[in-house]
C-alpha cells in the first residue's frame, strides 16, 4: 500500500515516516520535558519541606502525633495529615523518576512497576541518535508540499536540533535515500547521490581492506 493510498491527514503523515527507516523521526520536545521536570523539582522540594517541618511537630515536646514518627499503619479516625503529605509526594515522585523501578507500596499492600518515569525517558531520549539534515529536510519538504494537518498541528518540523531517529541507519545510507527526495532535479539528485556514494564507500569495503583502499 503506498503512501497517497491512505487518507490525507494524520494518516497518510504517519504512513509516510513509516515508508522508510531514514524517515522515521520524532520530535523530543526537549525543553518541554525540561520545563514539566523543573516544575516538579519545585513542588517536590515544597512537599519535602512540609514533611521536615510535619515531623519536627511530632517530634515536639507534649505532642499527641509522636506515633507517627515510629508507625506505617494507620487506623480510621487517626489524623493522616503524615500519610495524605507521603502519598502526594509519592505521586510526585513516580512522576519525576527518582522513586526505583519496583516500588513497595505499603499501604496497599501490592508491587508496581515504574519503568518509564519522566526523568529516565527524558535521558533515553537524549542517548538517541539523531537524524541527518538530509533526513530532516525529506520528511521537512514532503509535509511542506503536502500540508497533510490543520494550521500549527506540524509546526514540530520547524525544530531540526531536536529531533531523535527510531531506527539506526549508517549515514551513507541515510544521506543517499534523503538526497534522492530532497532535490527537486533529478540530475542534481543523481550528482549529489552519486558525490555522497563515494564519500560513504568505506562502507562497502570489508574492514581488513580499508587500510589498502584509497578513497
Keep these: ?17 513509516h515508508s522508510h527507516d531514514n524517515f522515521g523521526i520524532f520530535r523530543r520536545f526537549g525543553l518541554a520535558h525540561s520545563r514539566v521536570l523543573v516544575q516538579l523539582q519545585g513542588e517536590i522540594e515544597l512537599l519535602q519541606q512540609k514533611l521536615a517541618m510535619l515531623d519536627e511537630s511530632d517530634a515536639s515536646p507534649g505532642s499527641r502525633n509522636t506515633w507517627r514518627l515510629r508507625a506505617a499503619s494507620y487506623e480510621d479516625g487517626w489524623d493522616s495529615a503524615q500519610r495524605d503529605l507521603l502519598k502526594e509526594l509519592q505521586e510526585k515522585l513516580i512522576a519525576y523518576g527518582k522513586t526505583p523501578w519496583q516500588q513497595t507500596l505499603v499501604e496497599f499492600g501490592t508491587i508496581t512497576s515504574y519503568t518509564d518515569t519522566l526523568l529516565f525517558h527524558d535521558q533515553k531520549l537524549r542517548a538517541s541518535a539523531r537524524p541527518s539534515k538530509a533526513d530532516h529536510l525529506s520528511v521537512f519538504h514532503w509535509i511542506l508540499r503536502k500540508k497533510p494537518l490543520g494550521a500549527g498541528q506540524y509546526d514540530w518540523i520547524y525544530h531540526p536540533d531536536d529531533f ?28 549529489t547521490s552519486a558525490v555522497e556514494l563515494t564519500s560513504c564507500r568505506k562502507c562497502f569495503v570489508p574492514q581488513t581492506q580499508r587500510g589498502k583502499i584509497q578513497l
Design 164 to 191: 531523535v531517529q527510531q531506527s539506526q541507519i549508517p549515514r551513507c545510507e541515510s544521506s543517499i535515500v534523503s538526497s534522492s527526495l530532497k532535490v527537486p532535479d533529478q540530475r542534481q539528485s543523481l550528482i
Design 1 to 17: 500500500m503506498l503512501v497517497g493510498d491512505h487518507p490525507a491527514g494524520y494518516p497518510q503523515l504517519a504512513a509516510f515516516l
